[in-house]
T-cell receptor, first 117, second 113 residues
Framework: KAGVTQTPRYLIKTRGQQVTLSCSPI?????VSWYQQTPGQGLQFLFE???????NKGNFPGRFSGRQFSNSRSEMNVSTLELGDSALYLC????????????????FGEGSWLTVV | DQQVKQNSPSLSVQEGRISILNCDYT??????FLWYKKYPAEGPTFLIS?????DKNEDGRFTVFLNKSAKHLSLHIVPSQPGDSAVYFC????????????FGQGTRLTINP
């Protein structure tokens, strides 16, 4: 069974540009969430999508956005890139059970390394 | 305001001995806790989880203990192996934002031969 797949794995962008990262969840998983990892702030939650709707949002500026498609695949976009956006962006998926949203194991992809120069 | 804290940035343990990684949390609404292992340049790998209705969960060499009154959980690895050397993250969620994990800062575990 394939895991969470993220593309691209590595990319370099210039300040002011925008970037789109892609994520394919584990087959059957309908919840997709995104996290940012930086040395200073650690792992921080960006947002979560379920059935094409954003269910939760972290404390990030509006330059960070995302969406989910009907096949559960997700993309996140960062506009007007800043040097501080350089980070590992992680996508995660979970199988929301019939019991509801709580207590579900969340599986992570390998991440997309973004460097802003 | 760090709601999940791992106060030990690093831990060194001899191969074959027990590794104990600790995690404290402040939000009493957290009801599900997970441990992840992470190598550099890779995504976190799920290890083990525990619901707040339990105080212990075991999976092979890994056992997680939860003390709700102290808002403390720990991960025990027995016996420790060289391949266990990695950064370990504790994470927590609550029923309202269930897919939103709040992570600790991580503990770097080194297993010495």
């Amino acid at each position: 069974k394939a895991g969470v797949t993220q593309t691209p794995r590595y990319l370099i962008k210039t300040r002011g540009q925008q970037v789109t990262l892609s994520c394919s969840p584990i087959s059957g998983h309908r919840s997709v969430s995104w996290y940012q990892q930086t040395p200073g702030q650690g792992l921080q939650f960006l947002f979560e999508y379920f059935s094409e709707t954003q269910r939760n949002k972290g404390n990030f500026p509006g330059r960070f956005s995302g969406r989910q498609f009907s096949n559960s695949r997700s993309e996140m976009n960062v506009s007007t890139l800043e040097l501080g956006d350089s980070a590992l962006y992680l996508c995660a998926s979970s199988l929301v059970s019939a019991g509801g949203f709580s207590g579900n194991t969340i599986y992570f992809g390998e991440g997309s390394w973004l460097t802003v120069v | 305001d760090q709601q999940v804290k791992q106060n030990s940035p690093s831990l060194s343990v001899q191969e074959g001995r027990i590794s104990i990684l600790n995690c404290d949390y402040t939000n009493s609404m957290f009801d599900y806790f997970l441990w992840y292992k992470k190598y550099p340049a890779e995504g976190p790998t799920f290890l083990i989880s525990i619901s707040s209705i339990k105080d212990k969960n075991e999976d092979g060499r890994f056992t997680v203990f939860l003390n709700k009154s102290a808002k403390h959980l720990s991960l025990h690895i027995v016996p420790s192996q060289p391949g266990d050397s990695a950064v370990y993250f504790c994470a927590a969620s609550d029923s309202q934002g269930a897919q939103k994990l709040v992570f600790g800062q991580g503990t770097r575990l080194t297993i010495n031969p």
